[in-house]
């Protein structure tokens, strides 16, 4: 009687390296959004742009789809500017990609383009500074500076929109307050996000992402002596970094 290999469908670039490194046939393109949201962040509602990938293929021959958020960009001083987001954006896209090409997922490796807001990053770094992400913090901390990082959670809806349609979120964000060489330095990033009118669907399953990505984060952290206090969206306790996915034979 023949076998039929099922899986739950992959959520993060990580369950995709699980699953290729258990014997599955993956295969996977990148498709690119940069969506103009409003954000209704406290006191303070703003627009500002998500730099959004989504992550289409199959596993054998089953076809999965999901997306990540890469980096969320400002043209005012609410969060990074959007020339600063493309180049975070890419960057981490560019680890994501690694991860994928060690594992032996072959793809296309495209980035995200935002030509004019290149152009004028130029300018913008001369006034503001070097792009920093919390890697770079990191490789700060291990040539043995004092790092302190202030790690703050909230859950933001905001409207995603489309060309004929808006679609109503709730986004996962981290906001990293970080003290090194004399200065306070802020970095953001978004770990997870679901629609509002799919909450008690999805919900759960998003915070689980969100803590499960941050706690890779913290386990880069203490090797390296960067001073923090452990915070999940969901968890007194750490959630388990266990990346396998659970896999059914049938």
Do not use: W
Not at 186 to 205: G, V
């Amino acid at each position: 009687m023949e076998q039929t290999r099922k899986h739950h469908p992959p959520k993060r670039v990580t369950d995709l390296v699980v699953l290729k490194q258990a014997g599955r046939h993956v295969s996977c393109s990148t498709f690119f959004d940069i969506l103009p949201v409003d954000f209704h962040h406290r006191e303070n509602p703003f627009q500002a742009y998500i730099f959004l990938c989504r992550y289409t293929g199959s596993i054998d021959d089953q076809k999965f789809e999901f997306r990540k958020c890469y980096a969320r960009g400002c043209p005012h001083n609410l969060c990074p500017h959007v020339s600063q987001a493309v180049m975070i954006a890419n960057r981490y896209l560019q680890r994501d990609y690694y991860k994928l090409q060690q594992a032996g997922i072959r793809m296309e490796k495209r980035l995200f383009r935002l030509e004019e807001m290149t152009v004028k990053f130029e300018g913008y770094r001369e006034a503001h500074g070097p792009i920093l992400a919390i890697h770079d913090y990191i490789n700060i901390a291990k040539e043995g500076n004092a790092v302190m990082v202030d790690v703050d959670l909230e859950f933001v809806p905001a409207a995603e929109h489309f060309a004929n349609y808006e679609n109503q979120m709730i986004f996962l964000m981290v906001d990293f307050k970080v003290t090194c060489l004399d200065k306070i330095h802020h970095y953001e990033r978004c770990l997870a996000c679901y629609p509002m009118e799919k909450e008690s669907e999805e919900r759960e399953e998003k915070i689980r992402i969100a803590d499960q990505r941050l706690n890779l984060l913290y386990a880069e952290f203490d090797p390296v002596s960067i001073q923090y206090e452990k915070r999940f969206f969901g968890h007194t306790e750490p959630p388990s970094v266990n990346n396998e996915l659970s896999i059914e034979i049938r």
